[in-house]
């Protein structure tokens, strides 16, 4: 296996991203129009990740409606919305994506000890059945592409048919957004730094030796 393939699936801070975000002074009209429905971080600048797509207009133009529909309006609560995303972040060892959506775990109502917890997969103590449920939807969408009966079942107990087709949605969004994150190295936020991706067990658990929570 050649050194590059070794390599975490995501870039370091040392090595710098593939895409740099694009500064907000290189801005031309029609980005300033594709970034202003974006809401601001505290420090007034625009997520990296959106300043990075945005360097494919036309692409960018599709993908924020579908991912807003997903984050803001979809009919998934918002703890069970995390809960995916978390692990899905986590499978995919999307550093960037971990540390932007802890916040909204903890929004939601996900505590801090189950935000660590969600490393440790849906067979670690201390999960409610329906928590376990979703994180093993996670990781069987990963690592199989499909839910099994068994949790097809287990979640059609407690989802609708617009839930259950929302679910495979979501995860499959945020493994498409791991993939671009990772391979561009999106580099974090300031004031992001403190939050540390952990190492999964289960369907991530093959992942690379070495990985943090940076981008």
Do not use: K
């Not at 980005?31 to 036309?58: K, Q």
Request: glycine share 8%; charged share 25%; net charge negative.
């Amino acid at each position: 296996m050649t050194d590059e393939h070794r390599r975490p699936p995501h870039l370091t801070a040392a090595t710098g991203p593939r895409l740099a975000p694009l500064p907000e002074d290189s801005w031309d009209p029609s980005t300033r129009e594709l970034l202003a429905p974006i809401p601001r971080d505290p420090d007034g600048g625009v997520a990296n990740v959106f300043t990075t797509l945005v360097r494919h207009p036309g692409l960018f133009r599709h993908f924020l409606p579908f991912g807003s529909h997903l984050l803001r309006d979809g009919r998934l609560p918002d703890r069970t919305r995390e809960l995916l995303i978390l692990r899905t972040a986590c499978n995919t060892r999307a550093g960037y994506e971990w540390v932007r959506h802890v916040p909204l775990a903890r929004a939601a109502g996900v505590t801090d000890e189950e935000i660590q917890r969600v490393g440790a997969g849906p067979d670690a103590q201390g999960w409610a059945a329906a928590d376990a449920d979703l994180l093993r939807a996670a990781d069987e969408l990963h690592r199989d592409a499909r839910l099994s009966a068994a949790t097809w079942s287990a979640l059609a107990a407690s989802h609708d048919e617009a839930q259950l087709i929302e679910i495979t949605m979501l995860v499959g969004q945020y493994h498409m957004v791991a993939f671009f994150l990772n391979s561009a190295g999106t580099p974090l936020e300031p004031g992001y730094e403190a939050e540390t991706l952990p190492a999964p067990t289960g369907a991530g658990a093959d992942a690379m030796e070495g990985d943090r929570g940076d981008a």
